[in-house]
T-cell receptor, first 114, second 116 residues
């Protein structure tokens, strides 16, 4: 069985500061890892994903994440926060090549302080 | 992801009524996934369907919930005799049918069900 743990249900950072959202996973097979963003009353938008290859993955809106197998982590970062980054962020894992059944973390709400 | 269409966006039902949620996948997609998001929680997988087939329903409650994806028309998530605990956002996602590599699921904007 796979699971995802997101540390910190609420994170606040100042505009221009580093954003770090933490995600740890457990999976019995090499995982596929995802970060999604959800704006209020909206659906989920894919920020980035790791499947194979380079462990540092770059996504949209200046976000990136690094897959660290030894730490079973896939933390999301952005060097400089912008007000428009305020949203809910979900880490997800899939262990089945060929379908997109995802196991999600409980989410981290990011607040940007002006 | 605007291509996955869910309707209605908001649905209010009284306890005991039926709720029908519709999902039209993106063009060319024949795989549909339903997820439920309870307040202050992440999304929980419910069911995975392909055209006319239920592939994985391990996340579906045993009673009152059913899903279908007919050959023609949208996928339907049906909740019979709704209770207040069914109040949640229900999201549909779709993915392509041709597998040349791991792809991504595209999500709709969700249906927010409120049971009063």
């Amino acid at each position: 069985a796979q699971s995802v743990t997101q540390l910190g249900s609420h994170v606040s950072v100042s505009e221009g500061a580093l954003v770090l959202l933490r995600c740890n996973y457990s999976s019995s097979v090499p995982p596929y890892l995802f970060w999604y963003v959800q704006y209020p009353n909206q659906g989920l938008q894919l920020l980035l994903k790791y499947t194979t290859g380079a462990t540092l993955v770059k996504g949209i809106n200046g976000f990136e994440a690094e897959f660290k197998k030894s730490e079973t982590s896939f933390h999301l970062t952005k060097p400089s926060a912008h007000m428009s980054d305020a949203a809910e962020y979900f880490c997800a894992v899939s262990d089945d090549f060929g379908n997109e059944k995802l196991t999600f973390g409980t989410g981290t709400r990011l607040t940007i302080i002006p | 992801n605007a291509g996955v269409m869910q309707n209605p966006r908001h649905l209010v039902r009284r306890r005991g009524q039926e709720a029908r949620l519709r999902c039209s996948p993106m063009k060319g997609h024949s795989h549909v996934y339903w997820y439920r998001q309870l307040p202050e929680e992440g999304l929980k997988f419910m069911v995975y369907l392909q055209k006319e087939n239920i592939i994985d329903e391990s996340g579906m409650p045993k009673e009152r919930f059913s899903a279908e994806f007919p050959k023609e028309g949208p996928s339907i998530l049906r909740i019979q005799q709704v209770v207040r605990g069914d109040s949640a956002a229900y999201f549909c996602a779709s993915s392509p049918s041709v597998r040349t590599g791991h792809t991504e699921a595209f999500f709709g904007q969700g249906t927010r069900l409120t049971v009063v």
